[in-house]
């Protein structure tokens, strides 16, 4: 459904973008069992673990088509935005959703080779908690879900990509090298949307992400950094590291 809609607004076949009000929470398929994060079993360095890490993956891509669609629908309230949002952010969000279902599907396809589908394993329930948190608030929606989650995500793919090649599954590196890389323009229009709603409310950027990513986020902007991916997604350090830095004052 995702790619469908994405299809039609870029075959011009969606033409106004209307106000609606979302539910809380996305309807979900009877599978998988969700469960909470700290019960999640231990991913092992064998085929099983790595069917567990794509079903992760594939879980995580699943959250984020209804981020996206989230963003859309909820934000498509002017008076819920608190600000002017132009055709072109519900196009980048749009974008995004076709990213996101692109991942799922490619990730889909590696869980198959592997004997397994999406739902066959639990997944956590983690994942929802920000955007309920950031139902009201279009600057910290953008402040949390793309600039702390998805840039976490271009720290840490890297290293699962080395595991998977270490391994010998090519395959599901490279599919995981494509998201990384989609995933750079995914933090870079969170950072320029953020950027824009900043600019039309009067917030200092810089302190007001910094503020909203302690409030709802806390430990989430950790080390190691993918510095370079983060910077092609306009973030630089300047703006992450001091959440980073827990040496104590004085
Ligand atoms: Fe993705
Ligand atoms: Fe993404």
């Not at 011009?12 to 973008?17: F, L, M, N, Q, V």
């Not at 929606?141 to 990509?161: H, K, N, Q, S, Y």
Request: proline content about 10%; some cysteine.
């Amino acid at each position: 459904m995702a790619r469908g809609i994405a299809a039609a607004w870029a075959g011009g076949h969606i033409r106004r973008i209307g106000r609606t009000d979302p539910p809380d929470r996305p309807a979900r398929p009877p599978r998988p069992v969700l469960r909470p994060p700290r019960e999640m079993p231990k991913r092992r360095p064998t085929a099983a673990g790595r069917a567990a890490l794509l079903h992760a993956v594939a879980h995580i891509e699943l959250n984020a088509i209804d981020l996206a669609a989230d963003i859309i629908a909820r934000f498509s309230d002017p008076d819920r935005a608190g600000v002017d949002l132009p055709a072109a952010f519900f196009a980048d969000w749009l974008q995004v959703a076709d990213d996101e279902a692109r991942h799922f599907e490619m990730v889909s396809a590696r869980l198959k080779d592997y004997g397994c589908a999406y739902g066959d394993l639990p997944a956590h329930d983690g994942l929802w908690q920000a955007a309920t948190d950031t139902r009201g608030d279009l600057v910290a929606r953008l402040a949390i879900v793309p600039m702390v989650f998805e840039a976490r995500g271009l720290d840490v793919t890297p290293p699962m990509i080395a595991a998977l090649r270490r391994a010998g599954d090519d395959a599901s590196a490279d599919v995981l090298q494509t998201i990384l890389d989609d995933e750079i323009g995914h933090v870079a229009a969170g950072h320029r949307w953020f950027l824009y709603a900043c600019d039309r409310r009067g917030l200092p950027p810089v302190d007001t992400w910094q503020a909203l990513a302690r409030r709802h986020a806390p430990g989430a902007v950790k080390p190691p950094f993918n510095a370079d991916a983060r910077a092609a997604a306009g973030m630089g350090p300047e703006l992450y590291l001091p959440l980073a830095d827990r040496t104590p004052p004085g």
